[in-house]
């Protein structure tokens, strides 16, 4: 497979694209304007996601675990605002299969502006079948930095599904995609742990959740506002705003509001948690849709102290009742947190 990095080549997607054939590997596509996170984009996705993840609601206890002045900005939001940039090339996509080696770099506090770069990694095309139209998978990666000092905030991978604008067309594109590793190793892991105080997380009476015990949050939650999340990190995928691009006129869910009310969740079973440094891998087995009823269920993985506090392998799962009644699983997630 090219390295999607071995190139210069840019382009400009037009408004309705771009479509899988209009691709290649190596190309950069004209970035999406950049975001200033402040109070009023933290306060809608508070609203939208409820996350009680308390370094990114309390500015005093923020200063006293990280050392630094000001709030920080909820991590799940900076992934919010960065895949939304990434849709640059992915207005028309038909599913995300998957995010990969996500890492957060650098925390943001309230008033940093994100940019982001979207490459081609890799493409390939899909075997044609008569009940559906030709598509093929493209392997993007995405590179996110903080325009007031240039700084690295994120880098990751996603392989989202696009339609061809011509049905008749052929690219040739065959690459290997890779696999999500979903194997946790913290040791890997370490070098992106921040250098912050654990202490103010400490609670009085701590709920220690045993390694390999699973376990179900007692609340579930309704998917609700989803083209309002969608609209705030500027996701541009028309099947996440218009209703009749998805199956029986419903409108598809973007995955990253599954991972958002999943974050929140895991705040509440572990509220000693300090930030999320990153996604071993991110799976998304079947879509999400508006009014779902979601169930969470965490299974802490592995642990390692590392500073003042300790790193979190855990692994999320999520289903969703549907209005119908049917249940699904919609959302498989490797994540690893920072906290005491």
Not at 202 to 215: D, F, I, L, M, T
Not at 310 to 333: M, Q
Request: hydrophobic share 35%; glycine share 8%; aromatic share 4%.
């Amino acid at each position: 497979m090219t390295d999607g990095h071995s190139s210069h080549t840019r382009k400009e997607a037009t408004i309705d694209g771009p479509f899988f054939e209009e691709l290649a590997v190596g190309m950069t596509l004209d970035p999406a304007p950049a975001i200033t996170i402040g109070p009023g984009e933290t306060a809608v996705y508070q609203a939208i996601c409820g996350d009680p993840l308390a370094t990114s609601l309390s500015r005093p206890l923020a200063e006293a675990v990280t050392g630094r002045p000001g709030l920080l900005v909820n991590p799940a939001l900076v992934l919010h605002a960065s895949i939304g940039q990434s849709t640059v090339a992915t207005r028309q996509v038909i599913a995300n299969l998957f995010y990969r080696a996500v890492t957060l770099q650098r925390a943001v506090r309230h008033g940093e502006t994100l940019q982001s770069t979207v490459t081609i990694r890799g493409l390939r095309e899909l075997r044609r079948r008569d009940d559906r139209p030709a598509r093929g998978l493209a392997l993007l990666a995405i590179h996110t930095t903080c325009l007031d000092d240039g700084s690295t905030v994120v880098d990751y991978e996603r392989c989202a599904m696009l339609p061809f604008r011509d049905p008749n067309a052929t690219t040739g594109h065959n690459d290997d995609l890779g696999d999500t590793d979903s194997t946790v190793d913290l040791s890997a892991w370490a070098r992106f742990a921040p250098d912050w105080d654990a202490e103010p997380l400490r609670p009085s009476s701590p709920a220690e959740v045993a390694v390999g015990e699973r376990k179900t949050d007692p609340l579930r939650d309704v998917v609700t506002n989803a083209p309002q999340l969608a609209r705030l990190g500027q996701n541009l995928a028309a099947v996440h705003r218009d209703r009749s691009l998805g199956p029986d006129g419903r409108r598809l869910v973007y995955g990253g509001h599954t991972i958002g009310l999943a974050q929140a969740s895991l705040s509440r079973l572990l509220p000693d948690t300090g930030t999320v440094v990153g996604w071993q891998s991110c799976d998304h087995p079947c879509p999400v849709y508006e009014e779902d009823l979601l169930s969470f269920h965490q299974t802490v993985l592995d642990e390692r102290p590392v500073g003042s506090g300790r790193l979190r392998a855990i692994r999320v799962e999520v289903d969703a009742e549907r209005t119908d009644g049917s249940s699904d699983a919609v959302l498989d997630w490797r994540v690893v947190t920072w906290g005491a």
